[in-house]
């Protein structure tokens, strides 16, 4: 069965900390799909990144920045120099790849909040 | 600016009223998944079909709800009758077949008094 766990309910930080959101799944999957969907205070569910299982460079957009290590089952997300506008609820979810659809399987979120 | 559009985007309804959620999604996508959110449990699936086919919903009381697809371009979720524990938030996603995307739609905040 595929599971997403993100441990940290909540965190807060002031403006330009730098912050990880953790990510650790499981899959039985050798073909899977990693994800980090942001949804503002508005509700709707934006997507952040892709990453598959066959590939684990580190990424980095803009201020944004992905870990990926199979080895340890975990996908994290940085955010450097944080802002007002990153305070959101984040997402880690994964998909079980080609045997089932690519259904998304979520964790249970993690709370920002950036105070200024 | 090809997107999954939801209507209505609020809903309040009694308990015990029928109610009809509609997705429409991307054109030429060929996936769509029902997702629901609420406090408790968080996101999960509750269906989903491809090419109009259901292939899994067991994540729904299947009592109360049901979803289908009268074509390619709509999707619909509906409960009856409904029940103040069915109060969330219903997102559609949509997306092609063995592709990892999904495109979510703004989602349906569902409230049953």
Not at chain 2, 21 to 39: A, D, E, S
Request: proline share 5%.
């Amino acid at each position: 069965a595929q599971k997403v766990t993100q441990a940290q309910t909540e965190i807060s930080v002031v403006e330009k900390e730098d912050v990880t959101l953790d990510c650790v799944y499981e899959t039985r999957d050798t073909t899977y799909y990693l994800f980090w969907y942001k949804q503002p205070p508005s509700g709707e569910l934006v997507f952040l990144i892709r990453r598959n299982s066959f590939d684990e460079q580190n990424e980095i957009s803009g201020r944004y920045s992905w870990n990926f290590q199979k080895s340890t089952s975990s996908f994290n997300f940085t955010i450097t120099a944080s802002q007002v506008v990153d305070s959101a609820v984040y997402f880690c979810a994964l998909s079980d790849g080609e045997t089932s659809g690519s259904r998304l399987t979520f964790g249970e979120g993690t709370q920002l909040t950036v105070n200024p | 600016d090809a997107r999954v559009t939801q209507t209505p985007r609020h809903k309040v309804t009694e308990m015990g009223q029928e109610v009809t959620m509609r997705c429409q999604p991307i054109l030429g996508h060929n996936t769509v998944f029902w997702y629901r959110q609420t406090m408790m449990q968080g996101l999960e699936l509750l269906a989903y079909f491809r090419n109009r086919a259901p292939l899994d919903d067991s994540g729904m009381p299947k009592d109360r709800f049901s979803a289908e697809m009268p074509d390619a371009t709509l999707a619909t979720l509906k409960i009856q009758p409904s029940e103040p524990r069915d109060s969330a938030v219903y997102f559609c996603a949509s997306g092609f077949a063995l592709r990892p995307q999904q495109f979510f739609g703004p989602g349906t905040r569902l409230t049953v008094l």
